[in-house]
Each structure stands twice: as C-alpha cells, then as structure tokens.
C-alpha cells in the first residue's frame, strides 16, 4: 500500500475527511444561493464542482471535446435546478456527480454503436489508471484509488467498467464472463466496501 | 424476504452506478418508492461513487467558465418544489436585466404566470406519461409520444419563452429549446376562422420555408399545445392562414411572425 503523506503529489495540503465535509457544506450552501439567482455563487459553484464532473465526463465518454460540452451542460443545469438540491437527501458533490454521470453514461448509450462499445471494452481497464493520473489534486484521489485496492478484483472491475466504461450489470457480467447475478452482487458489496473505507454515508 | 425482492435489492448497486437498463429501472424504482431502506443505501452508494468520479477531477479550459456565465444570464431557473411563494414570484424572476425574452414578459406581467401553470400542466401530463410508460411501454402512443416531446422542451436547460401578439388578434406564446431543436407553440385569443381556412405553422430561415402543421381547432380559447420539431439556426415562426387541408407553401400574408432565441 502507498504511503499516505500530508501533501498530494503536486505539493497541496490534503484534504481530510473533515475538509471534504466542510467543503462540501459551503457547496450546499452555495446552491442555495443558485437557486435565489446569486450568479455569484454560481461561479463558486463551477470553480468546485467544474473540475471533478468535467474528470469523471471525460472518464466516461474519453473525448475532451465532448466532454467538455456534457460539463457545460451540467453546470447550466445545475443553475437551472439548484432551487431542487436537498441537502437531507445526501451531500452536493453526490447530487451534481449522480446527475453528471447519468447524463455521460445517456449520451454514450444514445451515441455508441454497438461495435464501437464492444472496442471499448478492451480499453476500459486501461485507461482508468490514465484517467487518474491527469487528476487535479485538489480532491481525495489517493484515498479513493488505496479504497478501490481494498476491493477485490472482481468487485473492482465491476464497479469501474459500469462507472467509467458506462456498462450495464449485464454487459458487465459479459465482458468478465461471470454470472449476472455475481456482477449484481459484486457491484453492491463492491460500492458498500468503498463506501466504508471511504467513511462517506 | 420472497426471492424476487432479494432479487430486486441486489440492483443498489448496479443502480447507483446508472449499469441498470431502462426496462429493469422502472421495476426496481416502484421497488424503491416502497424501500425506505433501499433508498437510504443507495444514498450512500451515490457518496461513493460520486467520490470515485470526483477522484478523476481535471482543470477545465478557463473560456469554459465565461462561457457558462453568458449561458446562464440567458437561462431561466426552475422555481422550488415547495408552494410557500406565488408561482411566478420565483422561477422567471431570476432572469437577468436586457433580455429580449425579459423585456416582453415585463409588458406583461401575468405571463410568468401563465407559463407556470402551462409548465406545471404539461409537467403534470409528462410525469403521468413517464408512469404510464413504465407501466405499460407497449401502449405507447401518439400522445404519449407528444407528451414526451412537450417535457423535453420544458425541461431543456435552454428553454426560453418568447410571446407575440397576433396581427389579426390574440397572442402566441412559444417556448422553445434550442438544444432539442423544438419549440412548443400554444396560442389563445386567435380570431375565429370559417371551417374552410385555418392557421398554418411554418419555420423560416436560411434552410427555407417549411410547412410546421396545422393549428389544432381551439379548445376552451386555447389552442395547443403544439409541438414543432426540427429548428434550424436562424429559423423564425411564422403563421399564415391557409385552407383547411393546409398549403405547401405560405399563400397569403403572416399574420404572426416571432424571431426565435439566438
């Protein structure tokens, strides 16, 4: 396992679970803001959250062009509906990355033709780890990437080939060649590991 | 637990991480609407993979974030769920300063009004599609089909409303997306026309002029609403009055002509 230091690679203080929530506070109580026309807040709100949907797009759909216009679309829509977000209902980065990644793993269902998904299912695991080396460092990428060691291998696959290489269960179980009921069960103890490692409710 | 419940919780996961094709999603979201504890897991199955995608976090181009500070000075905000404000106080109020569409909604002021109600309408008619449709996909027909059409404009983020009063009398009101390429048209007022005549839609721009369909017969003064598909850039609306059967191309003078958003 990898030393765990008290700065990230680039040299920037770490982030440790008690920053993430407070951060994560300030978000909320920016979009509350939003949604009362604060255009303000708004910019506060793209220069957090651009950053981390704009990885995860471009994790999903791998074209920058593209991705580039999912993001503005979140961000647009994330103006447009901030007077929805509930804070009861968990915290903002899940709200605005739940709503990122639908619409990425949407286009890429609409888009992708059949054979090209199939192209893609060799690279997937690949490209994850390239993914992550071209992370901004400003959020908790080395706990996140010690997590998913923690899982095993098949929990881990299952996770990220639906997350990143936007699969359903069944396809999934496909490309691994494993049961779907497996990949079901895989994908919920998986993300509940992650979850627990990651201290996050 | 019987086996297809256990069958349906194992989903969480897969669900959480959007790997749950359309036909298993609306069986296992009438599961959820009955699962307050699998609601509460797929809570903190989202903070997971939220954090997971968040880890790949990238610095985006800095003319990104102009951009979308010209977007949404253009774009209106939905109002909150909850009824403690007038609607109309709310949703349309955050529209900045020096809009074409603002302008026009000042002159008239129960407009916002009006489009709420619209909105919150065909939004009560979409969401009883989406259940119908998930009951029943088979069943799908042409109005359903028009139902879906309606919500994808009112739920575009570039929804804009633009109203015009008719030369010939009455007032038309269009709320168009530039992003679904559609515009749904309603209109009330409109002059009462012989059973032989009716009004024409028709976009106009530099892919030409195209024929948009046929006014419905008015219902209770309103007439809509109407979908009309297929915007191009530069494209106008404009209504003529034609023949019932309708015309290929506009035989007589526009009694409506609205410029559309950017």
Request: hydrophobic share 45%; glycine share 10%; charged share 25%.
């Amino acid at each position: 396992m990898k030393d765990v230091g008290v700065t990230d690679s680039q040299g920037l203080p770490r982030r440790g679970p008690a920053d993430d929530a407070g951060a994560d506070a300030d978000v909320a109580g920016l979009l509350g803001q939003v949604a009362r026309g604060d255009q303000l807040a708004f910019e506060e709100v793209y220069d957090r959250m651009a950053g981390p949907v704009l990885g995860m797009v471009r994790g999903v759909l791998r074209d920058l062009p593209q991705s580039e216009e999912v993001m503005q679309e979140v961000l647009l829509e994330l103006w447009r509906t901030a007077s929805r977000f509930d804070a009861s209902k968990g915290s903002a980065l899940s709200w605005v990355l739940t709503l990122a990644h639908r619409r990425a793993v949407d286009r890429v269902r609409s888009e992708q033709k059949s054979a090209e998904r199939e192209l893609r299912a060799a690279s997937a695991r690949i490209d994850y780890d390239d993914v992550t080396e071209t992370v901004e460092a400003t959020m908790d990428r080395e706990r996140v990437r010690r997590c998913l060691r923690s899982l095993t291998d098949l929990q881990r696959e299952s996770v990220t080939l639906a997350y990143y290489g936007s699969y359903t269960y069944s396809e999934v179980a496909g490309l691994l060649g494993v049961a779907v009921g497996t990949v079901k069960t895989r994908m919920r103890d998986g993300l509940i590991r992650l979850r627990d490692c990651l201290g996050v409710e | 637990m019987r086996r297809g419940q256990a069958d349906l919780h194992a989903l969480a996961g897969a669900y959480a991480l959007d790997a749950v094709p359309e036909a298993d999603r609306a069986r296992f979201e009438r599961h959820l609407a009955r699962c307050e504890a699998c609601v509460q897991e797929i809570r903190g199955l989202r903070e997971a993979t939220a954090r997971l995608g968040a880890s790949a976090a990238v610095r985006p181009r800095a003319e990104l974030k102009e951009q979308a500070l010209r977007a949404i000075a253009r774009t209106r905000q939905l109002p909150p769920l909850s009824r403690d404000a007038p609607p109309g106080q709310r949703g349309w109020r955050a529209r900045p300063a020096g809009g074409r569409a603002l302008s026009r909604l000042r002159q008239r002021p129960w407009l916002p009004w009006l489009a709420t109600a619209l909105a919150a309408g065909f939004l009560a008619i979409a969401v009883a599609m989406g259940v119908l449709v998930a009951g029943a996909r088979h069943r799908l027909d042409l109005d359903q089909v028009r139902g879906h059409a309606i919500a994808a404009v009112l739920n575009a983020s570039d929804v804009t409303m633009l109203t015009a009063p008719v030369r010939t009398g009455g007032t038309a009101t269009v709320l168009e997306s530039r992003h679904e390429h559609s515009l749904v048209f309603t209109a009330s007022g409109l002059r009462v026309l012989p059973p032989s005549r009716n009004y024409e839609l028709w976009l106009m721009g530099p892919a030409g002029t195209r024929p948009a369909g046929m006014l419905p017969r008015p219902r209770a003064g309103m007439i809509g609403p109407m979908v009309v598909s297929g915007l191009a850039a530069g494209d106008r609306i404009g209504m003529t009055v034609e023949p019932a059967g309708g015309a290929p191309r506009p035989a007589s003078d526009a009694v409506l002509i609205l410029g559309l958003g950017s």
